[in-house]
C-alpha cells in the first residue's frame, strides 16, 4: 500500500517568506509526526498528533513554527518569516497510535527545506 | 535528563564481516526501542524494534539486543553489504506522556569497504 508521502520534496524561499509543507499519512493511522534533521544530525521532535485529542507541541522551537491536521488524514507544517537556521529536512511519519501501546513509526521522503 | 546516545559516531567495516552498532539510553522507563536505517536523501527505514519484556529480537540478518541493567541498545548486522552503508538511528518511547512519540539518537554512520 501507500507510504507516507510529504510534498513538495524540495522548497527553495528568501528570509522572511512563510512556507507550508504537507504532509499525508499512512491511511488508518492515527498517529501523526514532524520532525526536522539538519544537516548531519539527528531527529528533532517537533509536534505530534493523535487522533482527536490536543497535539503535543512541545517541540516547536519558535511561535513561528505551527502545524494542523485535519481529522486523521493530511497535515500541514507552517513556518512563518523564515529565517535562514530554519533550514534542514522536515519528515513526518504516521503510525496506528493505539492508546498504550508504542509502535514503529512509518517515515516519509521529507521536504528539504532552504532558506536564503 | 532524558537522552539516548551513541558510543561510536562513525563505523567503518569490511564486506562480509559482522557490524556492531551501540547506544545508551538513560531512561529506564522506556519500554520501546527501535532501530531505524536511513540512506542519503531518504527518511528513516524501520528495521527492527524491541520491548523491554525482551532482551533479544533477530530479524533477517541482524539481531538486536537489550540490556536493561546497563540501559543498553546494540544492533548486529551479519555479513555486512555495501547496501547496509546508511546512517542508524536508535530510538525509545517517549516518557513524557505522548504516547507513541519516539526519542532519537544522534546517529551512527556506517561505511563498508569493498
Known amino acids: 500500500g501507500a507510504g507516507v508521502s510529504q510534498s513538495p520534496s524540495n522548497k527553495v524561499t528568501e528570509k522572511g517568506k512563510d512556507v507550508e509543507l504537507r504532509c499525508d499519512p499512512i491511511?488508518?493511522?492515527?498517529?501523526l509526526y514532524w520532525y526536522r534533521q539538519r544537516l548531519g544530525q539527528g531527529l528533532e521532535f517537533l509536534i505530534y498528533?493523535?487522533?482527536?485529542?490536543?497535539?503535543?507541541k512541545s517541540g516547536l522551537p519558535s511561535d513561528r513554527f505551527s502545524a494542523e491536521r485535519t481529522g486523521e488524514s493530511v497535515s500541514t507544517l507552517t513556518i512563518q518569516r523564515t529565517q535562514q537556521e530554519d533550514s534542514a529536512v522536515y519528515l513526518c511519519?504516521?503510525?496506528?497510535?493505539?492508546?498504550?501501546?508504542?509502535?514503529?513509526?512509518?517515515f516519509g521522503p521529507g521536504t528539504r527545506l532552504t532558506v536564503t | 535528563g532524558e537522552s539516548v546516545g551513541l558510543h561510536l559516531p562513525t563505523l567503518s567495516v569490511q564486506e562480509g564481516d559482522n557490524s556492531i552498532i551501540n547506544c545508551a539510553y538513560s531512561?529506564?522507563?522506556?519500554?520501546?526501542f527501535i532501530w531505524y536505517k536511513q540512506e542519503s536523501g531518504k527518511g528513516p527505514q524501520f528495521i527492527i524494534d524491541?520491548?523491554?519484556?525482551?532482551d533479544k529480537r533477530q530479524g533477517q540478518r541482524v539481531t538486536v539486543l537489550l540490556n536493561k541493567t546497563v540501559k543498553h541498545l546494540s544492533l548486529q548486522i551479519a555479513a555486512t553489504q555495501p547496501g547496509d552503508s546508511a546512517v542508524y538511528f536508535c530510538?525509545?518511547?517517549?516518557?513524557?506522556?505522548?504516547?507513541?512519540?519516539?526519542?532519537f539518537g544522534k546517529g551512527t554512520k556506517l561505511s563498508v569497504k569493498p
Open positions: 511519519a504516521s503510525s496506528p497510535g493505539l492508546a498504550g501501546v508504542a509502535y514503529e513509526q512509518y
Open positions: 491511511s488508518g493511522h492515527t498517529a
Open positions: 498528533f493523535q487522533g482527536n485529542s490536543a497535539p503535543d
Open positions: 531512561n529506564s522507563a522506556s519500554d520501546y
Open positions: 524491541i520491548r523491554s519484556n525482551m
Open positions: 530510538a525509545e518511547n517517549s516518557p513524557r506522556g505522548s504516547q507513541g512519540n519516539l526519542i
